[in-house]
């Protein structure tokens, strides 16, 4: 299975203005490659991959576009790339071959979006020197910050500047499943809010509510943002401060999210979770406690770790009664509101409403399995 390794790179200034004018060059080309596009359909015309990447080359030759020679032929084509698979993706959303959210026609990209990015594949002879550099092609050798080493050769690498201006390179490499010791152990997992989640076996986590946390300074940095004026160099500071503060509640959420999941797979041979509906919890009064929890990171992380280590992994339907139904006698009870957290079934048995509801989720999947 391919994996991507992203690791913080510092590029000099010198190979920032490289950097910049390569982000700069690939959003020309998208750009230009997407109006051709849009005019071929006005005239009930179709235009094909390879004559975009002709007119890419034409395009070189001219006075107006001569300085796209200045940067790596492969991050232009490239470009090109991720436009045919962004239309691909929008064709296919539309005949209903494509599940999930609806994906949109393509747009235009804009010089003001804070997140740029570029692609270097094998073709552009992209290496990582003996000193740990990563030689990029016109760009130079940027200093990387190894924090492990890389699997396996990288097939690609895609450079990254985000809104508080830090620089990633992402690589994509190919590993080997790893499979675990098999184990006995299989869990039920029940998401919520005042307690993150609550595992079939009694075991609880608490909800770290980062952004609930950070809410003041976040606060503070975008009242000082506002108070700035508009085009002002001070006004740019000023809201690269409010990015510096939402990137480190979301690393910090990440990050989380990323030892809880580990743990989660090392320990349980099978994980059984609750298909919640996220985006319709999303637009209700609880919007803001359900972005915060990540519950969707969170169980992405499980299902992909248990796929590379040998666990089993599923979602039970999100309609199945876990809060109402007895996990003693099985007899289903009306419905429960939030805050009631305790309640008695008619066999007797007292349930805690998250406990009960995991261990039906336990059942369930295993039922379904």
Request: hydrophobic letters at 40%.
């Given at each position: 299975?391919?994996?991507?390794?992203?690791?913080?790179?510092?590029?000099?200034?010198?190979?920032?203005?490289?950097?910049?004018r390569a982000f700069g060059c690939a959003r020309v080309v998208y750009n230009d490659a997407l109006a051709a596009r849009m005019e071929a359909f006005a005239k009930s015309e179709r235009i094909?991959?390879?004559?975009?990447?002709?007119?890419?080359?034409?395009?070189?030759?001219?006075?107006?576009?001569?300085?796209?020679?200045?940067?790596?032929?492969?991050?232009?084509?490239?470009?090109?790339?991720?436009?045919?698979?962004?239309?691909?993706?929008?064709?296919?959303?539309?005949?209903?071959?494509?599940?999930?959210?609806?994906?949109?026609?393509?747009?235009?990209?804009?010089?003001?979006?804070?997140?740029?990015?570029?692609?270097?594949?094998?073709?552009?002879?992209?290496?990582?020197?003996?000193?740990?550099?990563?030689?990029?092609?016109?760009?130079?050798?940027?200093?990387?910050?190894?924090?492990?080493?890389?699997?396996?050769?990288?097939?690609?690498?895609?450079?990254?500047?985000?809104?508080?201006?830090?620089?990633?390179?992402?690589?994509?490499?190919?590993?080997?499943?790893?499979?675990?010791?098999?184990?006995?152990?299989?869990?039920?997992?029940?998401?919520?809010?005042?307690?993150?989640?609550?595992?079939?076996?009694?075991?609880?986590?608490?909800?770290?509510?980062?952004?609930?946390?950070?809410?003041?300074?976040?606060?503070?940095?975008?009242?000082?943002?506002?108070?700035?004026?508009?085009?002002?160099?001070?006004?740019?500071?000023?809201?690269?401060?409010?990015?510096?503060?939402?990137?480190?509640?979301?690393?910090?959420?990440?990050?989380?999210?990323?030892?809880?999941?580990?743990?989660?797979?090392?320990?349980?041979?099978?994980?059984?979770?609750?298909?919640?509906?996220?985006?319709?919890?999303?637009?209700?009064?609880?919007?803001?406690?359900?972005?915060?929890?990540?519950?969707?990171?969170?169980?992405?992380?499980?299902?992909?770790?248990?796929?590379?280590?040998?666990?089993?992994?599923?979602?039970?339907?999100?309609?199945?009664?876990?809060?109402?139904?007895?996990?003693?006698?099985?007899?289903?009870?009306?419905?429960?509101?939030?805050?009631?957290?305790?309640?008695?079934?008619?066999?007797?048995?007292?349930?805690?409403?998250?406990?009960?509801?995991?261990?039906n989720i336990l059942a369930a999947g295993r039922a379904e399995r």
């Open positions: 299975m391919q994996l991507r390794y992203s690791y913080r790179v510092y590029p000099t200034p010198g190979q920032r203005i490289a950097l910049a094909s991959d390879t004559e975009l990447s002709k007119r890419l080359t034409a395009a070189k030759a001219t006075p107006q576009r001569a300085w796209l020679a200045d940067v790596s032929s492969v991050v232009l084509q490239q470009a090109l790339a991720d436009l045919n698979t962004a239309y691909r993706n929008f064709f296919a959303s539309v005949s209903g071959r494509r599940k999930g959210a609806r994906v949109g026609v393509p747009r235009f990209r804009s010089r003001r979006a804070h997140r740029q990015a570029i692609r270097f594949t094998k073709n552009s002879r992209f290496a990582v020197t003996s000193g740990g550099k990563l030689r990029l092609p016109k760009i130079g050798e940027v200093r990387v910050a190894w924090s492990r080493d890389l699997p396996s050769d990288p097939s690609s690498v895609t450079v990254i500047k985000d809104a508080t201006d830090r620089y990633f390179a992402s690589f994509v490499v190919q590993v080997d499943e790893q499979p675990l010791p098999e184990l006995e152990t299989e869990v039920g997992i029940d998401l919520g809010l005042t307690t993150f989640a609550v595992l079939s076996n009694g075991k609880t986590i608490d909800s770290p509510r980062f952004l609930r946390r950070a809410e003041r300074r976040l606060r503070k940095a975008q009242q000082v943002l506002s108070r700035k004026e508009k085009g002002s160099k001070n006004r740019a500071k000023a809201r690269v401060e409010v990015a510096r503060a939402h990137a480190k509640v979301a690393d910090t959420r990440r990050d989380w999210a990323h030892k809880h999941s580990t743990r989660i797979v090392r320990e349980n041979q099978a994980i059984f979770v609750e298909d919640l509906c996220v985006q319709g919890l999303a637009r209700t009064r609880l919007a803001k406690s359900v972005h915060d929890a990540g519950w969707s990171t969170f169980v992405t992380m499980l299902e992909e770790k248990a796929a590379r280590c040998g666990r089993t992994f599923a979602r039970v339907d999100r309609w199945f009664p876990s809060t109402r139904l007895c996990s003693r006698c099985g007899v289903v009870g009306e419905r429960k509101a939030l805050h009631v957290r305790e309640w008695t079934c008619v066999c007797g048995a007292v349930h805690d409403r998250d406990v009960n509801a995991a261990m």
